[in-house]
Each structure stands twice: as structure tokens, then as C-alpha cells.
Nanobody, 114 residues
Framework: VQLQASGGGLVQAGGSLRLSCAAS????????MGWYRQAPGNQRELVAI???????NYADSVKGRFTISMDNAKKAVYLQMNSLKPEDTAVYYC?????????WGQGTQVTVSS
């Protein structure tokens, strides 16, 4: 299984970015997909996850600003990030959990300038 993330970049505070992550390979019965982030010197932390039933969970710091969605047919997860703040600067990683596999994609850098 491979996860390919894209959509990171440099944006000014208050701006928006949309991250995408597509899974490929032998994938059966996705339980959830999600996004985590890691800033320099910090541990990797949950940003948002979405279950195959559509249930979502967000970190308090992004509630109301970020929206996670999933396309089960495409085995893809998206993260719409609005009202970005400098503290959102981090490497963002996508994650997939299936009945047989749990893994990470490569990170994509998000940098928010003040």
C-alpha cells in the first residue's frame, strides 16, 4: 500500500490550502483515513480523522477552520484548511487504517507566514 500526499505549500495567514492523499495497492475495507502534523521540535499530533461511515474527529485547534472528507471509491482523503495561522506550520502526514494495514504517507510541508 502506498499513500501519495500533495497540496502543501506556502500561504499567508488567513489563507487556504487543500491537501489530498490517495492510497494505492491492495486495499480492503478502509476503517479510517486521517491527517496528522508535526512541527519542528514537537511530536506528531492528530489533525483530523474520518471513518468509512463518515464520522469525523478534529483537534480542538482546527475545529471550525479545517474540514476533512473522504472519497471511498478513490481511496482518497482530503483536508480543506481555511483561516490558516502561523501555528499551523508543520509537515502534514496522511494515514490509513484498514482491516489488514495501517500506514503513513510521505509528508507534505505547510508553511503559513504571518
Amino acid at each position: 500500500v502506498q499513500l501519495q500526499a500533495s497540496g502543501g505549500g506556502l500561504v499567508q495567514a488567513g489563507g487556504s490550502l487543500r491537501l489530498s492523499c490517495a492510497a494505492s495497492g491492495s486495499i480492503f475495507s478502509i476503517n479510517y483515513m486521517g491527517w496528522y502534523r508535526q512541527a519542528p521540535g514537537n511530536q506528531r499530533e492528530l489533525v483530523a480523522i474520518i471513518g468509512s461511515n463518515g464520522n469525523t474527529n478534529y483537534a480542538d485547534s482546527v475545529k471550525g477552520r479545517f474540514t476533512i472528507s473522504m472519497d471511498n471509491a478513490k481511496k482518497a482523503v482530503y483536508l480543506q484548511m481555511n483561516s490558516l495561522k502561523p501555528e499551523d506550520t508543520a509537515v502534514y502526514y496522511c494515514r490509513i487504517n484498514t482491516v489488514k494495514y495501517t500506514g503513513w504517507g510521505q509528508g507534505t510541508q505547510v508553511t503559513v507566514s504571518s
